[in-house]
């Protein structure tokens, strides 16, 4: 993937490293509404470190005895990472929850309420982070920064956790959707990645490339389970559609995800001059409930936007997506036709259609504060703020940092679901 824009390029960046112990990030979930007191849901919040959401809530429906599908959350969190969440579990005792042991799973309240919780009901997160390998002073340069972020917005970037660990999740979406099996399996099964992929894996994927299959199979660690499955698929009928067919739909669904957010970053990038100025043919997101309304005249329309009240969008493609007009139509259509898509690409017979929506340019980080110290690990500053559900605090670490490589002058621009909807993604 090409660098993304930074918003803040006249700064060079404090450099530094985040996540080298879990200990270092802390998120806390800051839910859309509290608990009744009465229903047949018992709410949690629920303090974890080093597991997966979906890790968590296994071991909580195996220690209440209930299915895993009785458990609601509203968003997942980071394995590496010290995280706060709200969870429902059905047909249990506040008692229970509050006093059955779980590994690696505090609980920390217990509640009734009436409903599950559903992805999404979730008014944001709250997050205190520690950038280590860095100089305390330097604390001093990021508060116009910062302030520059809250002002303007944060760009609503995509986080690149998004895109898994090779960063290719968007590649295999693509592939679902143009309807390419053999282009799939190449980037699942071959493609080796030296210094990405362990030495074991690099071998399975480099004979994969070469033809020799069952080679392959030998190589591929027993941890692969998808990659081993599937080539398996590929062994026994010879036909690369079947091998693909194989693949789950949840995992199908996260890949056509990632290209859908690939390429709502690269949208954003090529507008991040104007995250905070409406242009021609606008679609607009309202901050207070998430609706949405077509820009008519981008200059009556700009005190909102100064105000943080609306903003522009960008996409989350999909074949019922709410198309912009003029100049933001224009922006759009040329990210699609340099990644040979369009949105009919998103209408498939089967399981990989996609609706799509749209997705604010930008956001707002508040409660911001900034603190310099010292532990038994070295120096470090800790930064903390919250942001809108669905937004990503890596994205402003990343402005703060610089740490990745460096990237191309912005592409200037003159002055997340159901159909037509705005909904916020999942972070």
């Known amino acids: 993937m090409q660098p993304l824009a930074y918003l803040t390029r006249d700064f060079p960046g404090i450099g530094g490293s985040i996540k080298n112990r879990p200990e270092d990030f802390f998120v806390q979930e800051i839910p859309a509404y509290e608990p009744g007191g009465e229903g047949e849901h018992v709410y949690a919040e629920i303090q974890k470190v080093g597991l997966t959401s979906f890790e968590a809530i296994n071991?909580?429906?195996?220690?209440?005895?209930?299915?895993?599908?009785d458990i609601g959350y509203a968003g997942l969190k980071d394995a590496r990472a010290v995280t706060r969440q709200v969870v429902s579990i059905q047909g249990v005792t506040e008692e229970a929850v509050m006093t059955t042991p779980i590994d690696g799973v505090q609980v920390l309240w217990a509640a009734r309420h009436r409903n599950k919780i559903r992805l999404?009901?979730?008014?944001?997160?709250?997050?205190?982070?520690?950038?280590r390998d860095v100089?305390?002073?330097?604390?001093?340069?990021?508060?116009?920064?910062?302030?520059?972020?809250?002002?303007?917005?944060?760009?609503?970037?995509?986080?690149?956790q998004r895109f898994g660990m090779r960063g290719d999740n968007h590649v295999l979406g693509a592939c679902l959707i143009r309807g390419r099996p053999e282009e799939l399996l190449h980037h699942l099964l071959g493609s080796p990645r030296p210094g990405v992929d362990d030495e074991a894996t690099v071998q399975a994927r480099s004979l994969f490339d070469r033809g020799d299959l069952e080679p392959s199979m030998h190589h591929w660690p027993r941890r692969c389970g998808l990659e081993r499955r599937i080539l398996a698929r590929l062994i026994k009928t010879g036909q690369p559609g079947s091998a693909v067919r194989a693949i789950d739909e949840k995992l199908r669904r996260l890949w056509v995800s990632a290209l859908q957010s690939h390429l709502f970053n690269e949208v954003l990038s090529r507008r991040i001059d104007s995250i905070d100025r409406l242009i021609p043919g606008d679609f607009a997101y309202k901050h207070e409930n998430g609706a949405g309304f077509a820009v008519t005249d981008p200059a009556t329309e700009q005190p909102r936007v100064d105000a943080f009240e609306i903003s522009p969008t960008g996409p989350i493609v999909g074949h019922r997506m709410t198309l912009p007009t003029d100049d933001a139509l224009a922006i759009e259509q040329a990210v699609l036709k340099a990644n040979g898509l369009t949105p009919g690409h998103f209408k498939q017979e089967g399981r990989d259609q996609a609706k799509g929506t749209r997705r604010p340019l930008r956001v707002r980080p508040e409660n911001i504060e900034l603190a310099?110290?010292?532990?038994?690990?070295?120096?470090?500053?800790?930064?903390?703020?919250?942001?809108?559900?669905?937004?990503?605090?890596?994205?402003?670490?990343?402005?703060?940092?610089?740490?990745?490589?460096?990237?191309?002058?912005?592409?200037?621009?003159?002055?997340?679901?159901?159909?037509?909807?705005?909904?916020p993604s999942n972070d």
């Open 120 to 131: 999404g009901h979730l008014r944001g997160n709250r997050f205190a982070i520690k950038i």
């Open 59 to 69: 071991r909580i429906a195996r220690a209440h005895h209930v299915s895993s599908r």
């Open 135 to 160: 100089n305390p002073t330097d604390i001093l340069k990021l508060r116009p920064v910062l302030a520059r972020l809250h002002d303007r917005g944060m760009p609503n970037y995509f986080g690149e």
């Open 372 to 423: 310099a110290g010292a532990d038994e690990f070295g120096p470090h500053m800790t930064v903390a703020f919250s942001l809108p559900a669905g937004s990503f605090a890596t994205v402003l670490l990343r402005e703060l940092m610089k740490s990745d490589a460096p990237e191309p002058a912005a592409e200037r621009v003159a002055n997340p679901t159901e159909p037509d909807s705005i909904l």
